[in-house]
C-alpha cells in the first residue's frame, strides 16, 4: 500500500526533528532531494519572487501557486508542505484552496492570519484578522481535506502585532478548531521559543528564515525545545540568487564565462538530477518495441 503525501509526512514526523528547505520550483526540489532531505517547504515568498518577480504581499494567486505545487510534488518523492498566505480569501477559498493544494499531491499546507493582503511575517506594519475569523478558516480547512492525513498547520502573525501573549492565547484556540500543528511566526529570541513550546503541547513549526526578526538558531536547539519542523524558506533561493548577480556580473565585464567554470553545475551533474538518462532509455524501449 503507498501512503498519501499526508500520511507519509505524519509517519516521517513520528521519527523525530524534520528541516525541511525552502524550495521554489521543481529543479529546486530536486536538488534538495537529493543531498537527503525528508521533506520539502514550498516558500510563497520564493515563489512569488522568482515566478513573478515581485514582494511576498499576496500578489500570488491559488492558481500560480498550486500549480507550482503541482510541479514541485510530481519531480519528487518527498512529502511537500506548502505556503498557502492566508487561504487567498475567506472561508470558502479556504475550503477550495484546500482541495487545490490536496490534489496537487501536497501533504500539507499554513494558513496564517494575517489580513489580506498579507505582508512578508518579518516586515513592520502587519496586521491580524480576529482569532475567531481564523478559526472559521481553520474549520473550513479541517471540511475541505478529503485525506484526514492532509497537514494542516496554522500560523499565526500575533507576535508582532499583539505581542508573545495572544499568539499563545490563539495557538490554543486554532488547535481546538483542528489544526494539527502551529507556526508561530517571527518570534524574536530563544526564550521566545521556549516560552511557546512550553505553552502548547502540539507539534510545532520553527521559521529560520534570514535578515528578520528571529535569532539564528540551529535546528537541534529547536528539537531541544520541543519543536518538531524547521523550515529554512529561503535559504537556497538567496544564495542562488547572490551567485547568479555574481556570474552575470561578471560576465558582463569580462564577456566570457571561464573564470566562472568552476563554480557551475557541470552539464554531467545537471542531466543526472534530471535523470535524463531515464528519458533516454524510455524513448529507447518504446522505439525498438515499435519496431
Ligand atoms: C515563510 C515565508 O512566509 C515564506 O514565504 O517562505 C516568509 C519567508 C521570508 O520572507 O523570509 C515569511 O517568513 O514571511
Do not use: W
Not at 472561508?91 to 496537487?104: G, S
Not at 555574481?246 to 534530471?274: F, I, N, P, V
Amino acid at each position: 500500500m503507498t501512503l498519501s503525501p499526508g500520511a507519509l509526512l505524519r509517519a516521517r514526523l513520528q521519527k523525530g526533528l524534520l528541516v525541511l528547505p525552502g524550495v521554489f520550483n521543481a529543479i529546486t526540489a530536486l536538488l534538495a532531494e537529493q543531498v537527503g532531505f525528508e521533506a520539502l517547504y514550498l516558500s510563497g515568498a520564493g515563489v512569488t519572487n522568482s515566478l513573478l518577480g515581485m514582494p511576498d504581499i499576496a500578489l500570488i494567486t491559488l492558481t500560480e501557486m498550486a500549480q507550482q505545487a503541482r510541479y514541485v510534488a510530481r519531480a519528487v518523492k518527498l512529502p511537500v508542505i506548502a505556503d498557502a498566505d492566508t487561504g487567498y480569501g475567506e472561508v470558502l477559498n479556504v475550503a477550495r484552496t484546500v482541495e487545490e493544494f490536496e490534489q496537487a499531491g501536497l501533504a500539507g499546507l499554513h494558513l496564517e492570519d494575517q489580513v489580506a493582503p498579507k505582508r512578508c511575517g518579518h516586515l513592520d506594519g502587519k496586521q491580524v484578522i480576529p482569532a475567531e475569523e481564523m478559526v472559521k478558516k481553520i474549520r473550513a480547512a479541517v471540511r475541505a481535506r478529503s485525506d484526514p492525513s492532509f497537514f494542516l498547520i496554522a500560523r499565526t502573525d500575533a507576535r508582532s502585532v499583539n505581542g508573545l501573549e495572544d499568539a499563545i492565547a490563539r495557538a490554543k484556540r486554532y488547535l481546538d478548531a483542528g489544526a494539527d500543528a502551529i507556526f508561530p511566526e517571527s518570534l524574536q529570541s530563544r526564550a521566545e521559543f521556549e516560552t511557546f513550546a512550553k505553552a502548547i503541547s502540539a507539534p510545532l513549526l520553527a521559521n529560520m528564515t534570514e535578515f528578520g526578526k528571529t535569532p539564528y538558531l540551529r535546528a537541534q536547539e529547536f528539537a531541544e525545545m520541543g519543536y518538531i519542523m524547521v523550515i529554512f524558506p529561503m535559504t537556497a533561493f538567496r544564495v542562488m540568487m547572490h551567485a547568479a548577480r555574481e556570474a552575470l556580473r561578471t560576465l558582463k565585464e569580462t564577456g566570457t564565462q571561464q573564470s566562472l567554470l568552476d563554480r557551475m553545475q557541470t552539464r554531467k551533474e545537471l542531466y543526472e538530477l534530471l535523470r535524463y538518462a531515464d528519458y533516454e532509455r524510455l524513448d529507447r524501449e518504446i522505439a525498438e518495441g515499435d519496431s
